[in-house]
C-alpha cells in the first residue's frame, strides 16, 4: 500500500513519520509546496521541534517515508491521500475574521482529480467545517477522468503540540468519519481503521458518518478551550476574593464528572487551533440560523482576548501605572512549553500592548527564533540606518533578559525556568522587583522571601 500526504506541517510531518514508523509495509510520501520545508525534513534539522520526533522520523526516513515536493507524482502512486494542508481564518470577503479558508483544501482536491489515474480515498486530516466532505468530492468528481471512483473520509487530529509523538504513539482515539451507508464508503473506512490498528487497539478506533467527525473536530476544540475560559474567568474572581484558582481547580477537579485535566489558569491559551476552530464553530452557528449557539461560544473567544490584556494591564498598573523606558523581561514566548510554535501565543499580544505602553523588553525563550518574535511583534530587529531596535533585545541567557529589569514576565511555562538562580536575578533587578507569573509555575512563596513582589494568575 502507498500513502501520500499534501501538507508537510505540525500536523502531516509527525502524524505520517509515526504511520510509517509503525507501517513499515507501507510506503509513506509527505509532499509540500514548500521546498524549504521539505528540505528540513530531508535534514538531520527538521522544521518542527518536537520531543521525539526525531528518532521516529530517522528510523523511517529512506526507509518507507519521504519527504517530496513532487505532489502530482505523490498523488499518482498513492492509494491513500491524506490532506493536511492549513485551514486559518478567512481574512477577506464573507466571513472574514470568523469562517475557515478552504483555499488550500480546494486546491489540492483539484490536484488530486487532475493527478489521479486510478481510484483512491482521500482523508480530511486538516480540521474543517462540518460537511466540507461534500464540496471536496463535488471537486474532485467534475474534475476527474471519468469513471475514477473517490471516496473521501473524515480522520481529524488529535494531536497537541509539544506532546505529539506521545498523542501520535498512544492516541485517547482515533476518529473515521465516512460513508457509512454504502458498501464502498465501508470498505474506505476499514482500510484506514486497518492501517491505524497496526498500532491503536480497535476499540479505540472509532467510525461514524461524515458529518459527526467532521464536527466533533471543532467541538473537542471548543470544549477544551472552554475550560480553560471558565477556570481564567474564576481566576479574575479569586483575586478579588483572596482564593486561590489553582486551590479551586484542584477541589473542582476531584469531581470525577469534572476531571482535573486542562484547568490550569494562565495568561490566555494559544496556538493556532483553538481560537480558528471556536471562530469556525461561530460561523457555521450563525449560517446554520443559530445565532444564541453562536454568540455563547464566542465567548470563550471573548474571555480569552480579556484575559491576555488584563495580564499586561497589570504589569502596567503594578509598575506605577507607566512602563515607559522600563525593562521588562518576558520569560518565554511560544504558545506552551515544548514547542517553538508561537503561532497565536498570548505572548505575543501581551508584548504588543507592553511596546504600545513604550515598554522596553527583554524575551528569552529556548526554542524560539528571534526573528519569529520580531515578525511576531511586528516589528524589525534594526532600523533603516542598520542600527538595533532600541525596544526589543532577544536574549539567549535568561539571566541577561532580567538584568536591570524592573519586572519580570512568565509568559510560557517552559520547566528550565523553575530552577533559575532568582537570588542572582534579584540582585540585578530594579527595586521593587516584580514577578508576573502568567503561569503559576514558580515558587511564590520562595520568591517572596527572596524579596521580590510577585504576582500571579488567580491568587
Ligand atoms: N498544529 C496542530 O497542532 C494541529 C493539530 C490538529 C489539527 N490541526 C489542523 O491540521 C491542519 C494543518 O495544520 P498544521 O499546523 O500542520 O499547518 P502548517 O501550516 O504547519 O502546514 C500546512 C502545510 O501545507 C502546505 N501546503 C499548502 N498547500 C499545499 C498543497 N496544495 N500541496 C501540498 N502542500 C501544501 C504548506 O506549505 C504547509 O507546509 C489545519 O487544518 C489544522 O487546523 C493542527
Ligand atoms: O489547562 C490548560 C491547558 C492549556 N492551556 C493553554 O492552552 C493552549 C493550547 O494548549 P494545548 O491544547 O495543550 O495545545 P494545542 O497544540 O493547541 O492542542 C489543541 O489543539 C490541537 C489542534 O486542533 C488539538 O489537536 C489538540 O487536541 C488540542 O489540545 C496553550 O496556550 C496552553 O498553554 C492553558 O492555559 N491551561
Not at 46 to 57: A, I, Y
Request: charged residues 25%.
Amino acid at each position: 500500500m502507498k500513502i501520500c500526504c499534501l501538507g508537510a506541517g505540525y500536523v502531516g510531518g509527525p502524524t505520517m513519520a509515526m504511520i510509517a514508523y509503525k507501517c513499515p509495509d507501507i510506503t509513506v510520501t509527505v509532499a509540500d509546496i514548500n521546498e524549504a520545508r521539505i528540505n528540513a525534513w530531508n535534514s538531520d534539522e527538521l522544521p518542527v521541534f518536537e520531543p521525539g520526533l526525531d528518532d521516529v522520523v530517522s528510523a523511517a526516513r529512506g526507509r518507507n517515508l519521504f519527504f517530496t515536493t513532487d505532489k502530482n507524482k505523490a498523488i499518482k502512486e498513492a492509494d491513500i491521500i491524506f490532506v493536511s494542508v492549513g485551514t486559518p481564518t478567512k481574512t477577506y470577503g464573507s466571513g472574514a475574521g470568523k469562517a475557515a479558508d478552504l483555499k488550500y483544501i480546494e486546491l489540492c482536491a483539484r490536484d488530486i482529480a487532475e493527478f489521479s489515474e486510478g481510484p483512491k480515498i482521500v482523508v480530511e486530516k486538516s480540521t474543517l467545517p462540518v460537511r466540507t466532505a461534500e464540496g471536496l468530492k463535488t471537486v474532485l468528481k467534475a474534475n476527474s477522468r471519468p469513471g475514477l471512483e473517490f471516496q473521501v473520509l473524515s480522520n481529524p487530529e488529535f494531536l497537541a503540540e509539544g506532546t505529539a509523538i506521545d498523542d501520535l504513539n498512544d492516541p485517547d482515539r482515533v476518529l473515521i468519519g465516512g460513508e457509512e451507508e454504502t458498501e464502498a464508503g465501508r470498505k474506505a473506512i476499514a482500510t484506514l481503521v486497518d492501517v491505524y490498528a497496526n498500532w491503536v487497539p480497535r476499540e479505540r478506533i472509532l467510525t461514524t458518518n461524515l458529518w459527526s467527525s467532521e464536527l466533533s473536530k471543532l467541538v473537542a476544540n471548543a470544549f477544551l478551550a472552554q475550560r480553560i475560559s471558565s477556570i481564567n474567568s474564576i481566576s479574575a474572581l479569586c483575586e478579588r476574593t483572596e482564593a486561590n484558582v489553582d486551590q479551586v481547580a484542584y477541589a473542582i477537579g476531584q469531581d470525577s464528572r469534572i476531571g482535573p485535566k486542562f484547568l490550569k489558569a494562565s495568561v490566555g491559551f494559544g496556538g493556532s487551533c483553538f481560537q480558528k476552530d471556536i471562530l469556525n464553530l461561530v460561523y457555521l452557528c450563525e449560517h446554520f440560523g443559530l445565532p444564541d449557539v453562536a454568540a455563547y461560544w464566542e465567548q470563550v473567544i471573548i474571555m480569552n482576548d480579556w484575559q491576555k490584556r488584563r495580564f499586561s494591564q497589570k504589569i502596567v498598573n503594578t509598575l506605577f501605572n507607566t512602563v515607559n523606558g522600563k525593562r521588562i523581561a518576558m520569560l518565554g514566548f511560544a504558545f506552551k512549553k515544548d514547542t517553538n510554535d508561537t503561532r497565536e501565543t498570548a505572548a505575543m499580544y501581551v508584548g504588543r500592548d507592553l511596546l504600545d505602553e513604550q515598554a522596553v523588553l527583554a524575551i528569552h525563550d529556548p526554542k524560539v527564533s528571534p526573528d519569529q518574535i520580531f515578525y511576531d511583534l511586528k516589528e524589525k530587529p534594526t532600523d533603516a540606518e542598520g542600527k538595533p531596535n532600541k525596544q526589543i533585545e532577544i536574549c539567549e541567557d535568561p539571566y541577561v533578559a532580567t538584568q536591570k529589569a524592573h519586572g519580570l514576565a512568565i509568559l510560557t511555562e517552559w520547566d528550565s525556568f523553575k530552577d533559575l538562580d532568582f537570588e542572582k536575578i534579584y540582585e540585578n533587578m530594579y527595586k521593587p522587583a516584580f514577578v508576573f507569573d502568567g503561569r503559576n509555575i514558580l515558587d511564590h512563596e520562595k520568591l517572596r522571601k527572596i524579596g521580590f513582589e510577585v504576582f500571579a494568575i488567580g491568587r
